[in-house]
């Protein structure tokens, strides 16, 4: 039984990129867990845990499903969950794309739902996780002086469902499916 979720993955380029523009900010937060940079991404739906009978059924619908076409995705600035005063996860926020991103998820999750398998149902942030802080941090200042010199720009052209247990570096890729014109 593995620990899945859906996600959109990032090109090699992009993640190296983002890691040069974020890590005069993110340096201060070596001593967190910081995410590997092979494992960013943008989740759609957090699953978690699932039985090997509904892992088929997902990547049945992941195969047949029609996501819609590429976009554009741009990242820039920094958010953190549960808020800026009072962060615990550490993230780069979507500005361009986010209207798909958020369509996306929703199409998503709506398959979720008919096929009964539940999800992480908090609210939507299109986001890449890059720490998880050990305790409340004030980010405040991380987002007011670390917004990105340049927009990080490319292409979501696939969804990926990955297994993420033990905490696999890169996360395992279960399926993929292309995003089409």
């Known amino acids: 039984m593995g620990r899945y979720f859906i996600g959109i993955p990032l090109p090699q380029e992009v993640k190296k990129k983002l890691k040069v523009q974020s890590w005069p900010g993110l340096s201060r937060y070596k001593d967190e867990k910081l995410v590997p940079q092979n494992n960013w991404h943008i989740t759609l739906a957090f699953i978690g845990s699932l039985e090997e009978e509904k892992v ?16 554009k995705v741009g990242v820039r600035h920094f958010g953190a969950f549960p808020s800026l005063e009072e962060g615990r996860v550490l993230w780069m926020g979507c500005e361009k794309g986010r209207s798909q991103i958020e369509e996306l998820a929703h199409k998503i999750r ?41 927009e990080v720009t ?26 089409k014109n």
């Open 56 to 71: 088929e059924k997902l990547r049945s619908l992941m195969e047949v499903f029609q996501w819609g076409e590429p976009f």
């Open 110 to 150: 709506r398959q979720l739902d008919d096929l009964e398998i539940s999800y992480d149902p908090k609210p939507f942030v299109p986001h890449i996780t890059l720490a998880r802080l050990r305790s409340p941090k004030n980010l405040s200042r991380l987002a007011e002086n670390g917004k990105m010199k340049q």
């Open 154 to 179: 490319f292409t979501a052209d696939e969804i990926i469902l990955y297994d993420s247990e033990k905490e696999k570096h890169p996360y395992a890729v279960v399926e993929q499916v292309s995003l």
